[in-house]
């Protein structure tokens, strides 16, 4: 079964704005880790963010902050002040502990137009 | 070196051939991690190595996909009898604690295999 869920496939946003890239996941253990890699067209993964399933409070990374709403199981990505260097693929993925694989969503293609 | 790294950066190869990709883990990492990325999906688990730990080989697609590894260093991912369907960019990571909730894993600029 899908773990882990990227509706969005495309994502366009103006530079300087706010955007936001959705995340849902699925898992029945009470102890997880989400992590946000971008993927730039070069094709290396950049870790962005983590958010652990027990903090209280959402993960922040300077530009980067996670909409961690454990009830529904999502964990949104807010890129804000967007710059034309964030047009990129943007993965989700969660590690649930114990397990030694990480699983990805889809991905969503953002791009930033000037 | 500062970080992972791969090799070659690009392979194409013929149907039926054997191929074998190679990862250079972060110096002190214990974790490796090998995935494969096919064109505009997410990443696919392969196999995980912990140490001296048997790994874990519950991602790799079928028997043509082995991989090893020698101690905490170097990994080699081989595919026999490469199909087109192999055709994929697989990416290499590694972290430094295996376990726990947090691990991030910094990835390699992986090999992108070309099956014609």
């Known amino acids: 079964a899908q773990k882990i869920t990227q509706t969005q496939p495309g994502m366009f946003v103006q530079e300087k704005e706010a955007v936001t890239l959705d995340c849902t996941y699925d898992t029945s253990d009470p102890s997880y880790g989400l992590f946000w890699y971008k993927q730039p067209s070069s094709g290396e993964m950049i870790f962005l963010i983590y958010q652990g399933s027990y903090d209280q409070q959402n993960a922040t990374e300077g530009r980067y902050s996670l909409n961690f709403q454990k009830a529904r199981k999502s964990a949104n990505l807010v890129i804000s002040a967007s710059q034309l260097g964030d047009s990129a693929m943007y993965f989700c993925a969660m590690r649930e502990e114990g397990d030694n694989d990480m699983r990805f969503g889809a991905g969503t293609r953002l791009t930033v137009k000037p | 070196g500062a970080g992972v790294s791969q090799s070659p950066s690009n392979k194409v190869t013929e149907k039926g051939k054997d191929v074998e990709l190679r990862c250079d883990p972060i110096?002190?990492?214990?974790?490796l991690y090998w995935y494969r990325q096919r064109l505009g999906q997410g990443l696919e688990f392969l196999i995980y190595f912990q140490g001296n730990s048997a790994p874990d080989k519950s991602g790799l697609p079928s028997d043509r996909f082995s991989a090893e590894r020698t101690g905490e260093s170097v990994s080699t991912l081989t595919i026999q009898r490469t199909q087109q369907e192999d055709s994929a960019v697989y990416l290499c990571?590694?972290?430094?604690?295996?376990?726990?909730?947090?691990?991030?894993?910094?990835f390699g600029p992986g090999t992108r295999l070309t099956v014609l």
């Open positions: 990571a590694s972290s430094f604690v295996p376990g726990g909730r947090y691990n991030e894993q910094f």
């Open positions: 110096s002190g990492h214990t974790a």
